[in-house]
């Protein structure tokens, strides 16, 4: 009997495009179930700055994941150029579900933002 990984794949990717919260002073949460609780994830999020600010704005926030572990602090996405935050160990969450919260910082004129999503899934099938 073979061992194989077996990658589930997720994405979405645009940086010409950005999702932000409805009311600009709110955090942005990103929340998903995995069926297979006991999977691991690797998970990558695209940044671009897609608006031209002015010189008084500063659009700056801080990631938490799953009640609050730090992702990344303090992050500024660049103008038109795509930044990759991701961890490269897997993690995973003991009931399946994970929520991301983007939160302004102190510092921030402007609402969070993310360009786009990917999660890949790591399991094992049988052969």
């Known amino acids: 009997m073979a ?3 077996l990658i589930k794949f997720f994405c979405l990717i645009n940086a010409k495009t950005a999702m932000i919260p409805t009311n600009a002073s709110q955090t942005l949460n990103l929340d998903w179930i995995l069926n297979n ?3 691991q994830s690797y998970i ?3 940044f671009a700055e897609i608006q031209n600010l002015e010189a008084n704005q500063i659009r700056e926030f801080n990631i938490t994941y799953n009640g609050g572990l730090l992702w990344y602090d303090f992050f500024r996405p ?3 150029s795509t930044t990759i935050i991701y961890n ?3 993690v995973s969450s003991p ?3 994970f929520n991301f919260t983007f939160t302004v910082t102190g510092n921030s004129s402007l609402p969070p ?4 999503l990917e999660i890949y899934s790591l399991g094992f099938f049988t052969a």
Do not use: E, F
């Not at 933002?113 to 786009?116: E, H, K, V």
């Open 95 to 97: 009931d399946g579900k």
């Open 78 to 80: 660049s103008k038109l």
């Open 113 to 116: 933002l993310i360009n786009g």
């Open 37 to 39: 609780i006991t999977a």
């Open 88 to 90: 490269p160990r897997a």
């Open 44 to 46: 990558y999020m695209h």
């Open 3 to 5: 061992v194989s990984p």
